[in-house]
């Protein structure tokens, strides 16, 4: 059994995801709570334990904690969208110093609410409003997902990858947009036709599973591995385990290929991913905490943008698949990264954030 490191970092205490509806915190005495620069997160409707982004942004909060003595994490769970407004106002009646939203479902939320509390600070992973009290955190991942399809193409045996998201949004179809591209690039320079299944970026159809329910992912995956896909790539937060499991579960059948943080270290199923298409929010978020709770103020021009030239995305090391993947492929994926990012090969996708 491989031991999944993520849930360590920082202290992690993910076995109280499932109690979401007051926020949480990972100090033990609240004796000089008042003294504390609070940094107060409201995940998106994946919940602290979906081993993809909120896991992650949690991740760069503890991380901030552990690094600045007098900074104090806590989080608050939403189950559903609904959920968005009252968690973030409350956060701001418990006058949280910074307050973290997460995930671009939850951008119209804190828009209204930012708007209604300009003086207080919000920091917002995968989007952009208008408030410049609103520090966007967000990631080109369709550089890296480019090189992710790219491999996939390199890697099928019958000619066929699939994949699928979580829903219809900017956050999700970059990966998907930057994967069929790669895909793409690969059969021009190889004379080769390897379909992508699950996602057309003409049209900008393909699909969905939500992001919540593994047995959703798993339908998902089971259609694409039905059409003949021997590679898949969910990007759907927590429903895409539905998918990794069976991979794992097929013996080789298929694989899939994880997306945000790193599968070996977030997933129990290490064995059945090829790569992750990976975005570093986690030292996004953190290095944002740090410079607020040292007193500067973020602002939405500030924004950060994760590129694989400032190691904000990445596709992750092949680990079990690692002496699977050919040299040549490897060698092919690297000159690719350095060409991307020396702007010898763009990268388009209509969702990819702008400065």
């Known amino acids: 059994m491989r031991v999944v490191s993520v849930f360590a ?40 334990d979906d081993k993809s982004f909120n896991t992650s942004a949690w991740q760069g909060l503890k991380a901030a904690e552990a690094q600045d003595k007098n900074i104090e994490a806590k989080y608050v769970a939403s189950k559903a969208e609904a959920d968005y407004e009252p968690n973030l106002t409350q956060y701001v009646n418990q006058k949280c110093d910074f307050i973290l939203a997460v995930g671009g479902l939850m951008g119209t939320a804190t828009s209204k609410i930012a708007k209604a509390n300009p003086n207080q600070q919000f920091g917002l992973v995968d989007a952009k409003v208008p408030e410049s009290n609103v520090f966007p955190m967000e990631f080109d991942t369709a550089q890296a ?10 890697m099928t045996k019958t000619g066929k990858v699939g994949t699928y998201g979580g829903m219809k949004i900017p956050p999700v179809t970059i990966f998907m947009d930057g994967f069929s591209d790669g895909i793409d690039h690969y059969n021009k320079t190889k004379g080769k036709n390897v379909q992508l299944l699950g996602w057309n970026k003409a049209t900008q159809n393909g699909a969905f599973s939500g992001f919540e329910k593994q047995d959703e992912g798993k339908k998902q995956s089971d259609t694409l591995v039905a059409q003949g896909a021997d590679i898949v790539m969910p990007v759907a937060g927590g429903a895409g385990l539905g998918t990794t499991a069976a991979a794992q579960a097929s013996n080789g059948k298929y694989s899939a290929i994880w997306v945000d943080v790193d599968g070996c270290q977030s997933t129990p199923n290490c064995p059945a991913l090829l790569t992750t298409v990976a975005k570093n929010i986690s030292d996004a978020v953190r290095d944002a905490v740090l410079k607020a709770a040292k007193g500067e103020k973020l602002t939405a021009d500030q924004g950060t943008i994760g590129t694989l030239a400032n190691n904000g995305v990445s596709i992750a090391p092949y680990h079990d698949f690692d002496s699977k993947v050919p040299a040549e492929l490897k060698a092919e994926i690297d000159k690719i990264k350095a060409d991307i990012i020396a702007g010898t090969i763009t990268v388009t996708s209509q969702a990819q954030p702008k400065k």
């Open 9 to 48: 970092v920082g202290g992690l205490a993910l076995s109280i995801a499932a109690c979401g509806e007051a926020p949480k915190d990972d100090n033990g005495g609240g004796d000089t709570a008042a003294k504390k620069y609070t940094a107060c997160m409201v995940t998106d409707v994946g919940g602290i």
């Open 145 to 154: 997902a480019f090189l992710a399809g790219y491999l996939a193409a390199g």
